[in-house]
């Protein structure tokens, strides 16, 4: 005759998770398991509900998906072998041309005096403005903006400039083409 085997009773050395499943049946699982679903349905629910009312709410969203993210598509679609800075010319026009000068104009280790933000301002630059937008582009050159010259120790050690017009020629004596109005040229030492 088999011997039935008596649950034992916990003691002080077993730890809470052996009491516990000591203690649960087959039952409990499978009641704890649907709790468990039917509260992550429940919240996969809120959150599709969520995401629809801000998409309808938000005008950006709709933008976002509508126009800039189905138009990008298109363009890549368009044109698969297209390279990276051509890209960027396309997306952001004559900034990424002023930035693309300074990349291929000067040395890696070169330190640009960029113009004044009112300058880049008046020729509608507003994004080279932004110093980590233009590093970013120019990376690994250094930049010092010509508005922070005292407040920049890189200025006193720059070795080229953006000139734009007639500003920043008499810093230099490299001679240049005159119908440019943007160049990259080095420092007078």
Known sequence: MAKKL???????????????????????????????VAFNALGGIGMIFFIYTIFHQVPGYKWMYFDMLKGNMKAIAKNPDMTLEKKHMQKLGGEMELLDKI???????????MPTTQMLTDIKAT???????????TFPRMLVYEDNREKDSLYKKATHILTIGQWGIDRTDATFDSNNPFRVLALKK
Do not use: G, H, M
Not at 14 to 33: F, G, L
Not at 103 to 113: G, L, M, Q, S, V
């Open 103 to 113: 990349k291929n104009e000067t040395p890696k280790d070169a330190i640009i005096i």
């Open 127 to 137: 994004r080279i403005q932004n110093f980590a937008f233009s590093y970013y582009f």
């Open 6 to 36: 008596k649950p034992t009773t916990p003691t002080k050395n077993t730890t809470k998770s052996e009491q516990k499943s000591a203690n649960t049946s087959p039952v409990k699982k499978d009641n704890q398991i649907l709790k468990l």
